[in-house]
């Protein structure tokens, strides 16, 4: 039979079960544009900005069984997402990322776009194919996905010539999709040894990180049967609930929050899943290794790359965890008694101090402006259970992350070690788009904001009444912050004074304004309710930010510890004669 390469994108994007593509047309893809048009599967959702368009993708495959897609034009297209591309790729995120291509065969140089897409893109995809015949059109795409979602998760990159899009060629039988098998179950040798350090432990602990994000039940099983805490990395905050009465919070080292930075500071053993210790996980690297190591992740290079592992696991989390959580309880019977007597302490400690530290959070004057406390605390209070919240990068990041209590696996969700601002917007307008019943609140900085939050037109062109919380304080703050000791000055860290609600009139979304921790209820629970009518709000915040986070706190001062004493007294010196002369 003859089929045109945009029909058989179709078939594989339908197959594949992806709802919704995301991107630009452009004189390279609009035949595909116009095949989805005629599919009851997939919808096309043309996008304002392909960097967008990538975040969208991205925040689908973190919030649903399925992966996200992008359907963007070759070169300036490609060249505009790949900040959504980076993203995914050093998170981990499946993404399927469908690009047009350049004429192939009418000989002719120079075209438009033209440019050797697959090296480009190499360095951020787990695997890039440049389509040449029609009967490989949906194999690629087929293994384009295989690959995508094999192991550890991330982007990958199919070029499709526009001739093949528009001219029809010969292909065979069009196959239905078969995915991979399921993998072997973990060894379980290595699961009971780990399952015996566990219980040989005097004050165990587990560290949970974005790969352990759908394992949260054999999670909670471990660390009661351990009488365990539970501390998170910043993206898999979602993987454990904030509920639960051993989570400690976010981190383990001295940039952790107070809960946690106690509740592992005898740890003995270490039971890590999901996290590679890289920099933000570690506090800059500021995790001092105290511990035995038992290491859980279905990508083997990271063990070993920044701490050393006494016992590796290489397996997906949703299959080693339950394994040894059915291990752990075998044997561990005769303890059980002493590990819940365990947890009954350990759980008490972490409410204090969680409690300990909310209330210096509440006690903060900020000078009349919003205290971040009170915010997430209304935000949660308004907010169901089954409400999503999205970050993007920024100070704003780390205060949800330490003030906001996460609920749901997946239903917070934060970019993490690419960092890439402007992530917020565009990835809420994905969730709210596929999530059209439950509540999506996206908490962004005013920089972030100034980026992105134009995609806004695109929620409000649907009808996706997501609620767009922006912290403004006219900073770029967790730089400025930071720039504060050993500079004493801000360069380029602060903003002109932007007319937030000019932009949200732009775009067509609500405007509503929060002056001082007076107006938090009232603001969020009318934007909430304007929100619910299907149009999308931005919630002005004037928020403190006078009081530094703890990650940021801990960040710095492990950075000044890592210096010499001559380049610390440099600092030193250089901060307090500006502070003399030339006050901040």
Sequence with gaps: ????????????????????????????????????????????????????????????????????????????????????????????????????????????????????????????????????????????????????????????????????????????????????????????????????????????????????????DAVARIAEALGAPVATTLQGLSAFPGTHRLHAGMGIGPAAVPAAEQAFADCDVLLAVGTRFGEIATGSYGLRATWKLVHVDINPEVFGANYPAEITIEGDARQVLPALAAKIAALGAEVAAKRAARAESVAARIAAAKQAYRAEWLAHDGGGRVNPQRFFDALRATLPDDGFVVTDDGNHTFLTAELFQSRRARHLVTPTDFNCMGYGVPAAVAIQLTHPQQPVVAVVGDGAFLMTGIELSTAAEHGLGVVVCVFNDGELSQISQAQQLPYNRKACTVLPEIRIEGIAMAAGAAYLRMNTDADIERVLQAAHEQAAAGRPVVVDVHVDYSKPTRFTRGIVKTNLARMSVGNKLRLVARAAWRRVVAPA
């Design 1 to 216: 039979m003859k089929k045109t390469a945009a029909e058989l994108v179709r078939h594989a994007l339908e197959q594949l079960g992806v709802r919704h593509t995301f991107g630009i047309p452009g004189v390279h893809n609009t035949e595909t544009y116009d095949a989805l048009a005629g599919s009851a599967v997939v919808t096309p959702i043309r996008v304002t900005h392909e960097g967008n368009a990538a975040f969208m993708a991205d925040a689908v495959s973190r919030t649903n069984d399925h992966v996200g897609a992008l359907l963007i034009v070759p070169a300036a297209g490609t060249a505009l997402a790949m900040a959504g591309i980076g993203e995914a790729y050093l998170d981990g995120i499946a993404m399927l990322v469908i690009s047009g291509g350049t004429h192939g065969g009418h000989g002719f140089r120079y075209q438009l776009h033209e440019l050797d897409q697959l090296a480009w893109v190499k360095p951020v995809t787990k695997g890039a194919w440049r389509v040449t015949r029609h009967r490989d059109v949906v194999p690629t795409l087929y293994e384009a996905w295989r690959t995508a979602t094999r192991g550890e998760p991330g982007p990958v990159f199919v070029e499709i010539p526009v001739d093949l899009q528009m001219l029809p060629g010969e292909v065979d039988e069009l196959p239905a999709f078969v995915p991979d098998a399921p993998p072997a179950a973990p060894d379980d040798a290595l699961i009971e040894r780990a399952a015996r350090a566990l219980l040989a432990a005097e004050r165990p602990g587990l560290f949970v990180g974005w790969g352990a994000v759908d394992a949260g």
